[in-house]
């Protein structure tokens, strides 16, 4: 089951910007079928609206799901012993090493 990762605030601004971009690119459309560019601003302002009823963010868990942490100084639960790095400890400081 999906969690929620994106606040209230940024649904409601998700939604309320892709309905607009819906709207706009939908109008545009009509005016002139052959633009393939139009369908593309349509699929990605539905995937907004998308976002935004499901609070969910593809993008975000990405995001947070990544391994910046290693590089933000985070513990070690996102590495496994068969992982390329190599780690000694000095003093109060970890120091991490690519082998």
């Known amino acids: 089951m999906m969690r929620p990762n994106i606040g209230?605030?940024?649904a409601l601004i998700r939604i309320t910007c892709g309905l607009t971009m819906l709207a706009?690119?939908?109008s545009?459309?009509?005016k002139r079928p052959w633009r393939d560019s139009y369908i593309i601003v349509m699929a990605l302002a539905a995937m907004?609206?998308?976002e935004g009823i499901l609070r969910f963010c593809p993008i975000t868990?990405?995001?947070e799901r990544?391994?910046?942490s290693f590089f933000n100084g985070y513990d070690?639960?996102?590495f496994d012993d068969d992982d390329d790095?190599?780690?000694e400890e000095d003093e109060d400081k970890i120091v991490y090493e690519q082998s």
């Open 61 to 63: 868990y990405l995001f």
């Open 66 to 68: 990544s391994n910046f």
């Open 85 to 87: 790095f190599d780690y």
């Open 76 to 78: 070690d639960e996102y």
């Open 8 to 10: 209230i605030v940024n």
């Open 28 to 30: 545009k459309y009509c």
């Open 24 to 26: 706009w690119s939908t």
């Open 48 to 50: 907004k609206v998308g």
